[in-house]
């Protein structure tokens, strides 16, 4: 599987990851089908913010609000992982839900910089896809 994934959109969460460091950020991300046309920043409603997250309810239906008026839907959310890499964590898979849902993750971890990897949910683990920036 293969993901279009605008630059603009990996900017957008590199962003606010940074911003929101060392607490995770979180956001959803808005789209059609493998397509992904923006990032909605959330709020982080977990009490552990630097090591989980949880998107605040309110952030989520405004988002699907917001994506159903514009004829698309929520496909994904992201999250940053500070102090560990782009790959799922234990908690990621137990707390996923959706077979299909896209994860972006996005490392802050390595001195060389943000890492993005993006993950599809198959219903008993997760996929890694390419992404195809436009």
Same mark, same amino acid.
């Given at each position: 599987?293969?993901?279009? #994934? /605008?630059?603009?959109? %990996? +900017? +957008?969460?590199?962003? *606010?990851?940074?911003?929101?460091?060392?607490?995770?950020?979180?956001?959803?991300?808005? @789209?059609?089908?493998?397509? %992904? %046309?923006? +990032? %909605? &920043?959330?709020?982080?409603?977990?009490?552990?913010?630097?090591?989980?997250?949880?998107?605040?309810?309110?952030? *989520?239906?405004? &988002? #699907?609000?917001?994506? !159903? +008026?514009?004829? !698309?839907?929520?496909?994904?959310?992201? *999250?940053?992982?500070?102090? $560990?890499?782009?790959? /799922?964590? !234990? =908690?990621?898979?137990?707390? &996923?839900?959706? /077979?299909?849902? #896209?994860?972006?993750?996005?490392?802050? &971890? $390595?001195?060389?910089?943000?890492?993005? @990897?993006?993950?599809?949910? =198959?219903?008993?683990?997760?996929?890694?896809?390419?992404?195809? =920036? /436009?």
């Amino acid at each position: 599987m293969r993901v279009r #994934l /605008p630059r603009e959109v %990996v +900017a +957008a969460v590199v962003e *606010h990851a940074r911003r929101q460091a060392p607490d995770e950020c979180c956001g959803l991300l808005i @789209g059609r089908g493998s397509s %992904v %046309v923006r +990032a %909605v &920043a959330a709020r982080n409603a977990h009490r552990r913010r630097r090591v989980r997250y949880r998107v605040d309810p309110r952030d *989520h239906f405004a &988002a #699907l609000r917001a994506a !159903r +008026a514009e004829g !698309r839907r929520i496909i994904g959310a992201y *999250h940053s992982h500070v102090r $560990s890499s782009v790959r /799922p964590s !234990r =908690t990621d898979l137990a707390e &996923a839900q959706e /077979p299909g849902f #896209l994860y972006l993750i996005v490392s802050l &971890a $390595s001195r060389r910089g943000p890492r993005i @990897g993006i993950y599809r949910f =198959t219903g008993g683990g997760f996929e890694r896809v390419d992404r195809v =920036t /436009p």
